[in-house]
């Protein structure tokens, strides 16, 4: 049985939340604070965020890269992939609720169609990549290994993401290799999937909440280095 692709809708309305500039931890935390509260939004929500000084963000599977600590804020991810710098990028996050398309749809064809959505963003409209693409990696350079569903151009990487579904909801937490505003990504929505949106504002029960999770989680070195070499979290 074939899983349903994701295709232009005209008239579907998503939230929209810009937030400005946040530590690791913090960042970590309100995006599982929007997974948690997806299915009483009822629809998805496209968050554009930044960082408040150079940080990394490194998969739930991977070890602590404790080389990077020393110049970096160093956080663990609620997704999977590999470790990206937070320097020059820009990252957002989509958190969709269960009851939606494209929670049912298989990762990989998610992953396109979000990934479709931020190709639009770009002017020089960069491919879409259709296969997987081998090529050196280095120990931790998430961006030296396009695979399949990134957007590339000119052999280069310039989009990537991790995904995690769970009853809550599915968070998508993408990362893009160039600065682009909100307005570019929010258009590459518009254009690729036939979205609108409405701004959205963070819930006092759910700034409590990504708190909470700063203070027990994201900020903890139990989550972030756990004791035992190479433990998943």
């Excluded at 990549?129 to 280095?138: R, V």
């Excluded at 690729?192 to 701004?199: M, N, S, V, W």
């Excluded at 999770?213 to 998943?232: D, F, H, I, Q």
Aim: with cysteine.
């Amino acid at each position: 049985m074939q899983h349903p692709r994701y295709t232009r809708r005209m008239t579907e309305t998503w939230d929209f939340l810009l937030s400005p500039a946040a530590g690791a931890a913090w960042n970590m935390a309100l995006d599982e604070a929007l997974l948690h509260t997806a299915a009483k939004r009822g629809r998805p929500l496209l968050r554009v965020y930044a960082w408040e000084k150079p940080s990394v963000s490194f998969g739930y599977f991977l070890k602590f890269p404790a080389p990077l600590a020393e110049r970096h804020d160093v956080v663990r991810r609620l997704t999977g992939g590999g470790v990206v710098y937070h320097v020059e990028d820009t990252t957002y996050t989509v958190v969709v609720p269960p009851a939606h398309a494209l929670y049912a749809m298989k990762t990989a064809d998610a992953y396109c169609a979000l990934h479709k959505a931020v190709a639009a963003a770009f002017e020089s409209r960069p491919m879409l990549h259709e296969a997987m693409i081998q090529s050196p990696q280095g120990q931790y350079e998430c961006f030296q290994k396009p695979v399949h569903g990134d957007v590339v151009a000119d052999g280069r990487k310039l989009a990537g993401g991790a995904q995690r579904r769970t009853k809550s909801g599915l968070l998508h937490q993408g990362s893009i290799a160039k600065k682009l505003s909100a307005s570019q990504i929010k258009h590459g929505f518009q254009e690729a999937l036939g979205i609108e949106f409405e701004t959205y504002v963070v819930t006092g029960s759910e700034r409590a909440l990504a708190e909470k999770l700063v203070r027990e989680k994201y900020g903890t070195t139990s989550w972030n280095r756990p004791v035992s070499a190479g433990s998943s979290g």
